[in-house]
């Protein structure tokens, strides 16, 4: 079956610095990726909508210049965290949809989730 | 606005008993709902969906627009079903084809 892969799994950085996690679509395509995060006991929270090839779609309240969003390739979308702060701390998920033309088995609905990454800014 | 509730944080049942995962949204039109399952330590996964009105594991849900529900139900409960559930709503507009997550119901089957 279709699986996303992200990198990496936990990352624990210093405050100011910049983290990039990149998330991967295995054996199917993904013009789309969708990036989340969730609080501790909270929902996921869309950040982002990742388009290959044009820019990044960002919900209210994100900001772009410090969550960059770059989609390279079919496979490949990675958000960087820019100069961050002990708030940016959190848990990013991304997602692929699957449906006609990705080469997964599900309908367009379909979701397909990654691991998760935890990020820790000290 | 669009929106999905879960008004149950935790949900503790005995094995064999029946499970009921509360979810309500919020949206005036046709809405696409689905059901999110989460392992302990393992990555969210598509458990159903409404359009495909099909059993997984055991689990059904069954929409109902009048209530503005999509309820998920099993009739006996397993100790391998406790996880976190997750009730999501196909968001439109900005942007297309993302997901709205209900806050989530942690399960916990008790032998």
């Known amino acids: 079956g279709a699986v996303v892969s992200q990198h990496p799994s936990r990352v624990i950085c210093k405050s100011g610095t910049s983290v990039k996690i990149e998330c991967r679509s295995l054996d199917f395509q993904a013009t789309t990726m969708f990036w989340y995060r969730q609080f501790p006991k909270q929902s996921l929270m869309l950040m982002a909508t990742s388009n290959e090839g044009s820019k990044a779609t960002y919900e209210q309240g994100v900001e772009k210049d410090k969550f960059l969003i770059n989609h390279a390739s079919l496979t490949l979308s990675t958000l960087t965290v820019t100069s961050a702060h002990p708030e940016d701390s959190s848990f990013y998920i991304c997602?692929?949809?699957?449906?006609?033309?990705?080469?997964?088995?599900?309908?367009?609905?379909?979701?397909?989730f990654g691991p998760g990454t935890r990020l820790l800014v000290l | 606005a669009q929106r999905v509730t879960q008004p149950e944080k935790l949900l503790s049942v005995f094995k064999g008993a029946p499970v009921e995962l509360k979810c309500n949204y919020s949206?005036?039109?046709?809405?696409?709902l689905f059901w999110y399952v989460q392992y302990s330590r393992q990555r969210l996964q598509l458990l159903l969906r409404?359009?495909s009105r099909e059993s997984i594991k055991g689990f059904t849900a069954d929409l109902n627009k009048g209530e503005t529900s999509f309820h998920l139900k099993k009739p006996f409960a397993q100790e391998e079903d406790s996880a976190m559930y997750y009730c999501?709503?196909?968001?439109?507009?900005?942007?297309?084809?993302?997901?709205?997550f209900g806050k989530g119901t942690k399960l916990s089957v008790k032998p």
């Open positions: 409404h359009i």
């Open positions: 997602s692929a949809p699957g449906g006609a033309g990705t080469g997964t088995s599900g309908g367009g609905e379909t979701q397909y």
């Open positions: 999501a709503f196909k968001g439109w507009g900005g942007s297309q084809g993302n997901l709205i």
């Open positions: 949206y005036s039109g046709s809405p696409e």
